[in-house]
């Protein structure tokens, strides 16, 4: 069965503190990794796709990376607005359907 | 501008009473799929489609119907409605990097 377990469950920083966010997963032949960001009763807003060891994705602040068992969402000099819950999901070959990490809950204090 | 479009955002009705969640999206995706989202359970796929007429289960369809008779819409069907579909649902159109609507929140008195 396919896991996918998200680390910490909540994060706390100061405005300008870099840190990390860490999913780690156990599948069989990953097909594509995702990293979302949710913002309290919205729906998940897509951020990156990462399909292969090694592949590295940016977006203003954000960076994604991937390795054969996890993948990390560092977030550089995060600002208050990035605030919310990044979420984790994997997709793996033969399946349709992903499977979606519990999140973690972001919290830049100004 | 790209989007998907669900409604009701909000509904409250009654243990058995039949309803129906829409959702319509303006990208040509073939792929659409219907998402549930529970506090510490994340969110579980309940149906997905990949095509007209073609759906197929997700990881939790029971109690919930679906139908794809054109491109653009995928509505949700609740046929009897239980305290336990009490949830906030997702519906989301593309399979790389969906596309997510707002969500509608369900609760099953």
């Known amino acids: 069965e396919d896991q996918v377990t998200q680390s910490p469950e909540a994060l706390r920083l100061q405005e300008g503190e870099s840190s990390s966010l860490n999913c780690s997963y156990t599948v069989s032949g990953l097909r594509g990794l995702f990293w979302y960001r949710q913002d309290p009763g919205k729906g998940p807003e897509f951020l990156f796709t990462l399909y292969s060891a090694g592949e590295e994705k940016e977006k203003e602040r954000l960076k994604a990376t991937l390795t054969k068992k996890e993948s990390f969402l560092h977030i550089t000099a995060p600002k208050p607005e990035d605030s919310a819950t990044y979420l984790c999901a994997v997709q793996t070959g033969g399946s349709y359907i992903p499977t979606f990490g519990r999140g973690t809950s972001l919290i830049v204090h100004p | 501008e790209a989007q998907v479009t669900q409604n009701p955002r909000y509904l409250i009705t009654v243990t058995g009473k039949k309803l129906t969640v829409t959702c319509s999206q303006n990208m040509n995706h073939e792929y659409m799929s219907w998402y549930r989202q529970d506090p510490g359970l994340g969110l579980r796929q309940i149906y997905y489609?990949?095509?007209?007429?073609?759906?197929d289960k997700g990881d939790v369809p029971e109690g919930y119907k679906v139908s794809r008779k054109e491109k653009r819409n995928f509505p949700l069907i609740l046929e009897s409605p239980s305290p336990n579909q009490t949830s906030l649902y997702f519906c989301?159109?593309?399979?790389?990097?969906?596309?997510f609507g707002q969500g509608t929140r369900l609760t099953v008195v």
């Open positions: 489609s990949m095509n007209v007429e073609v759906t």
């Open positions: 989301a159109s593309g399979r790389r990097g969906a596309f």
